[in-house]
């Protein structure tokens, strides 16, 4: 198998997105090579019982998930679980599909091992990833949902893109979580705030 310290020089001459794409395409090819998934499934996946707990009815094996951001259009979900995550946090995933802020727009902070975005939740939107979820859907581990508003839709709108991505996901996700935190859509941030928060967990 690879040393990630061997290759590491290497994958930081590229772009940072453009080597995200390469592993994207890996992990997609990884499960039609025969055995190499159960075999990356013994050496990485640890099962104790000191690390597992079950949380509203879901189970996971050990603490350490895959926080969204990284599989935005559940692509790579298989290949994922094979790595040792207990959970999968996929998105953020909006209604339409959206291409994002222009580029560059992610970053390598190589002294602070660190990695700064500024993606703008560009996915393919609901529908294609809802098709892809329906087809792995109930899976080995949790599978969450991150959702969030177009960036097109207007403010007074917003819940209208939310309720409609909670609704979709109903069937083919463990558990959703609500962006409205991210700092890359213009003034998502303002519907951090009680009276909205309200009316849509209501």
């Not at 560059?104 to 990695?115: D, K, V």
């Not at 700092?183 to 309200?198: A, K």
């Amino acid at each position: 198998m690879l040393n990630y310290q061997a290759i590491r020089p290497f994958v930081f001459k590229m772009n940072p997105e453009t080597a995200h794409s390469i592993v994207e395409f890996m992990t997609k090819v990884a499960p039609k090579i025969p055995m190499l998934l159960p075999f990356l499934s013994c050496k990485n996946c640890i099962k104790d019982s000191i690390l597992s707990q079950e949380i509203d009815g879901m189970a996971f094996y050990n603490p350490i998930g895959l926080a969204a951001g990284f599989d935005k259009n559940a692509t790579m979900v298989e290949s994922l679980c094979a790595l040792g995550f207990s959970h999968l946090e996929l998105g953020a995933v909006t209604p339409l599909a959206q291409s994002g802020n222009d580029k560059p727009r992610l970053w390598r902070h190589i002294q602070e091992e660190s990695i700064q975005n500024a993606m703008g939740f560009n996915n393919e939107g609901v529908s294609a990833v809802n098709a892809r979820l329906k087809k792995l859907f109930p899976f080995a581990i949790p599978l969450g949902v991150n959702i969030g508003k177009n960036k097109i839709t207007p403010q007074e709108e917003a819940i209208k893109d939310y309720l409609s991505l909670a609704r979709n996901f109903t069937q083919t996700s463990d558990y959703l979580s609500i962006n409205i935190s991210s700092p890359n859509t213009p003034n998502l941030r303002d519907l951090q705030n009680s009276i909205f928060v309200q009316e849509l967990l209501g």
